[in-house]
């Protein structure tokens, strides 16, 4: 148990839902992060908030939308994905952006049909 | 560019033996941070060891110690009297200060009872 929750554990979807997938945090960190790891790639990281503020997105495309609602959630909202968004999604957090170690969910196993 | 090379994609070792994981990356920059995290089926990652590249002295925790190679860039893993739990996918990590951080593809060890 790392203090940081991800929920759903899996997720199957169509190309044309809409899904939102939810992580939690009660570690006091101020910097959350998503991160999508596909097979045999390494762990890509997509968004990083700091206090509810989003300070990277790594060049993602715009069928994944994040929402920081306040420092202990993070949301990532996905609609008319693609087969290849199919990964495992991480959530971590930290106490500051880019400090470690980085306190990972246990992520959630995207199949997109 | 920043990169973080793992040459093993899959690695074996008899319980209680010793194992080395390979790193190497690429940077310019003389101040950074190396990482070890390690990722059992369970799916969430944890950190195993990290190293600081102004010390010389190579970090250890328990079982697990690195060979920090600066000059060669290299950021190796060894894992002593290997235990049936160390089974899982490690990954070497670098973070440039305050930067992202940038994660290898992952070296998959399997330990044999």
């Known amino acids: 148990e790392t203090g940081v929750t991800q929920t759903p554990r899996h997720l199957v979807m169509g190309m044309t839902n809409k899904k939102s997938l939810k992580c939690e945090q009660h570690?006091?960190?101020?910097?959350m992060y998503w991160y999508k790891q596909s097979a045999k790639k390494p762990l890509e990281l997509m968004f990083v908030?700091?206090?509810?503020?989003?300070?990277e997105n790594n060049s993602v495309p715009s069928r994944f939308s994040p929402e920081c609602p306040n420092s202990s959630h993070l949301f990532l909202h996905l609609h008319t994905l693609q087969p290849e968004d199919s990964a495992l999604y991480l959530c971590?957090?930290?106490?500051?952006?880019?400090?470690?170690?980085?306190?990972f969910g246990d992520g959630t196993r995207l199949s997109i049909l | 560019a920043q990169t973080v090379t793992q040459s093993q994609p899959e690695m074996s070792v008899q319980e209680a033996e010793t194992v080395t994981l390979s790193c190497t990356y690429d940077?310019?920059?003389?101040?950074?941070?190396l990482f070890w995290y390690k990722q059992p089926p369970s799916r969430q990652m944890i950190l195993v060891i990290r190293?600081?590249?102004?010390?010389?002295q190579n970090a250890t925790e328990n079982r697990f110690s690195v060979n920090f190679q600066k000059a060669a860039k290299s950021f190796s893993l060894k894992i002593s009297d290997s235990q049936l739990g160390d089974a899982a996918m490690y990954f070497c990590?670098?973070?440039?200060?305050?930067?992202?951080?940038?994660f290898g593809p992952g070296t998959s060890l399997s330990v044999i009872p």
């Open positions: 190293q600081e590249a102004y010390k010389q």
């Open positions: 990590a670098y973070r440039a200060s305050y930067d992202k951080v940038i």
């Open positions: 971590a957090s930290s106490h500051r952006t880019g400090d470690q170690p980085q306190h």
């Open positions: 908030y700091s206090l509810e503020e989003r300070v």
């Open positions: 570690l006091g960190h101020n910097a």
């Open positions: 940077t310019s920059e003389s101040d950074y941070y």
